[in-house]
């Protein structure tokens, strides 16, 4: 029993963090929510080098995985930095295609999704896909099983700007008739629960910088009890969504994982709230950096399992943990 | 990072659970916030005592079996799995034993800690007074000088256990006029029972003496009582809160069978349909897993060689909020059956109402977290 990061893991943690920095990733993000792949596409192929999809993916298929932890571990960063893109989807789909009877569907497209050459997302029973006009692969799970859809329908917008909504054309060639989907899921709702853990610790950082400096009746708004009060009370939620994280990418349990997905949303959208209400109105506008993570932590919370879907499968398991 | 116990550690537990099968009452204890409730707990103590299971955490010359952090929140996790009774001997061992270990004399713990661990002597915490609560550092009552010793005099209030217990420990000031408030207090034990002392129980909600007042006139404590340097009380005291807050005073395993219960009774009783209530078991359920494993990082920071800092203010604000959310559940399952004052649930609702109130109000701890964990600015409170 040791329940913390080995120094490998907060070494790539930590590696990660410092190459995201320096990518300036709002204005990656900003160029991705106009349409503009370049620079998000040019992202992707460095966060794969550090072999973040790599750890989704069976050896078999030249990956290095499967490696829950230091999956969470690196979509806690990603989350951090705001990365846009088919993150989440692609660690699903990569999931999906690693546990499919036939092994040809793998063979050809996990390799690919592991260097970060492709990227895919994955709509389950006809579901929007999260930016299917920027992934490479399309999957789609159709009546009749596993299709690689043919294209994509017009982008719906988010609440997340950042987050591109599209129709999958259906049709498609055939991948499996009955994919294993719950696999899947787990591998998603983990990378969410990581990414909205991310996405909550970044917005707690900002809001205690600014409030360190912002100063009311002549004195830094960072001390008065009542802004001090929420803000510790974000630091508890997600302090405490955390160990759900790790824990549950340790047994990949489907209530452990359903566990963290929800507590991790719940901690992000909280400290978004109380972001934006200690930022006062310039944390409102489109033009501080600080949307782009209040964005998407309310958009999180309902993507690959809603927080009701998640408490549902916490109770849904007979067996006690002792 | 992994969550596998040892084999040793499992064939730890193991011992632990044949052990309380084979011993916990088959019915519940009467409240020990009771007279008759009191002295039952302190049978069973002798009994948890007499197979050393009363003080795992201890070395074995004490009485204990010199488990380590691991083995502690694996003994409490079957502990409460089993359905054994509340701990009357919790203020002495979570409190008063770990400041003996750091601070205490080896005169001083042969002949305090034996006695504890089996329940003969129960001890009862005295910090708080009338006007220093979460602010302790503005406590009063007195220690002056005497040969041989001190004489205590003053108010201590809000004092846990002390309606039925035998002895107390708490901070006393010793150097009036310091130029810090935090500074000339002393940490002494006392005896409940000695010349001068008067005890008041107080009722708590439900009317329970669960706590009391004690009045204190010039009551006389022998140098032996005092823990640590004399006028060097807060750092012995401080040295040791973090580890009420942080570790001991709720364990995990509390928690988990509390949770476990509360599922058996939304099973049992709860209208499917009502999904609102199926969420608020899912997080009761979810908070004890949280705390679980926050508690299971923080004892491999412990194991690792790290101390518990500020750090511990996240866990109390945590357990106290989710104790009540987790009772209000519970009665909230059982319906119009909830406002009988004669369960479980009850009596642990009323148990939880305190939590946010003691060991340092909740607001306290959030200014805590604010100014040392976010690194906040001080401001007025």
Redesign the interface.
Known sequence: ??????PQ?RAFADSLDAMLTAADTPSVVRDWIRGDHGSGRALWSRIAKVGVFALAVPEAYEGMGPHP?ELAVGFVELGRHAVPGPLVETVAAAALLAELADPVPAGRLLPSLASGEASATLALDGAYALDGDAATTRLALAADGLRLAPGHGPVRTSLDPARRLTPLTPGGELLAAAPPVAHALVWARLATAAQALGVGLAL?DRT?AY??QRTQFG??V????A???R???A??AL??????L??AA??MAPA?VA?AK??ACEAAYATARTALQLHGAIGYTAEYDLSLWLAKARALRTAWGT??EC??E??SGGA??? | ??????PA?EAFRAEARTWLAAHVPPTPLPSLETEEGFAAHRVWEAELAADRWSVVSWPEVYGGRGADI?RWLVFE?EYH?AGAPGRVGQNGINLLAPTLFDHGTEEQRARILPSMAGGEVVWAQAWSEPEAGSDLASLTSRAVRTAGGWLLSGQKTWSSRAAFADRAFGLFRSEPGTPRPHQGLTYLMFDLRAPGVTVRPIGRLDGRPAFAEVFLDEVFVPDEDVIGEPGGGWRVAMSTAGNERGLTLRSPGRF?AAA?RL?DL?RARADPSD?AL??R???A???A???Q??T??N???F??GGTIGPEAS?NK??WSEYDIALHETALDLLGPDGESADTDWSEGYVFSLAGPIYAGTN?I???I???R?????????
Do not use: C, N
């Open positions: 029993m040791r329940f913390l990061l080995d893991q932890a707690l205690v409030v360190r004195v830094p960072g001390s008065f009890q802004v001090k009060h803000l510790a009370d630091k508890i302090e405490f969504a955390r160990p759900l790790f824990g340790l047994t452990d566990a929800v507590t927080p009701a408490r549902a916490v109770l006690r943990r002792r | 990072m992994d969550l596998t116990l040892s550690d691991v996790e799995a988990l476990d599922v939304w999904t199926r969420d078991v899912a997080d359920v979810i908070g897993r949280a705390y494993l926050f299971y990082a004892a491999s920071r194991l690792d996240l604000v945590f607001e701890q959030r200014d977290i604010a100014e964990l976010l690194g906040l600015p001080k401001g007025r409170r």
